[in-house]
């Protein structure tokens, strides 16, 4: 099982699509490594420099529709090379959705207002999270402040996560 736990990167913005989460100039790369350097990099809003702003991390909270545009594995694989196994965001399209969870990865999903009050209160500070996957809880720590968070995914996204993905769990179940 991936490590869904470290440093948070807020992207304060709706409608991430896969051409920002990693430019379809790249799509012709044949490793996952060759992506790395590349994760973001068309991402334009107020604030954001990927060139400073992704190193140390390894999660991101964002808002809703995250991963809308054409559906394609290489923004899950750009998000995984880069050590960034978990999103948690309002809402995501589907296939990204599930391209994340056939790579091990998590999508999660929760409430715009949880979502807000995350980027509310911890955005400005470091912060970090641990997940407790048996419990489906995360525990967020920002400044000096410590809250859980729980959260759900379904039992087939649970077993393609603890797998390690759709080809381990495949090689396991049939």
């Known amino acids: 099982?991936?490590?869904?736990?470290?440093?948070?990167?807020?992207?304060?913005?709706?409608?991430?699509?896969?051409?920002?989460?990693?430019?379809?100039?790249?799509?012709?790369?044949?490793?996952?490594?060759?992506?790395?350097?590349?994760?973001?990099?068309?991402?334009?809003?107020?604030?954001?420099?990927?060139?400073k702003d992704i190193e140390g991390k390894s999660i991101i909270i964002t808002r809703s529709n995250f991963g809308c545009g054409s559906s394609r594995e290489h923004a899950p694989w750009a998000l995984e090379v880069n050590g960034i196994n978990l999103v948690i965001a309002e809402s995501y399209a589907r296939i990204f959705r599930q391209n994340m969870f056939n790579c091990g990865m998590m999508a999660v999903e929760l409430?715009?207002?949880?979502?807000?009050?995350?980027?509310?209160?911890?955005?400005n500070?470091?912060?970090?999270?641990?997940?407790?996957?048996?419990?489906?809880?995360?525990?967020?720590?920002?400044?000096?402040?410590?809250?859980?968070?729980?959260?759900?995914?379904?039992?087939?996204?649970r077993a393609l996560v603890e797998a390690g993905g759709w080809v381990d769990y495949a090689d396991k179940n049939y």
């Open 111 to 123: 409430s715009s207002e949880v979502i807000e009050q995350l980027f509310i209160e911890c955005s």
């Open 125 to 157: 500070l470091a912060t970090t999270i641990e997940t407790d996957f048996r419990n489906n809880r995360f525990i967020v720590r920002s400044g000096k402040k410590e809250r859980e968070i729980s959260f759900s995914i379904s039992g087939f996204d």
């Open 1 to 51: 099982m991936k490590n869904f736990n470290g440093n948070v990167l807020f992207l304060d913005r709706a409608d991430i699509n896969t051409d920002e989460i990693i430019p379809a100039r790249y799509l012709t790369e044949i490793t996952k490594e060759a992506l790395k350097p590349y994760l973001l990099e068309d991402l334009k809003f107020n604030g954001f420099d990927p060139e």
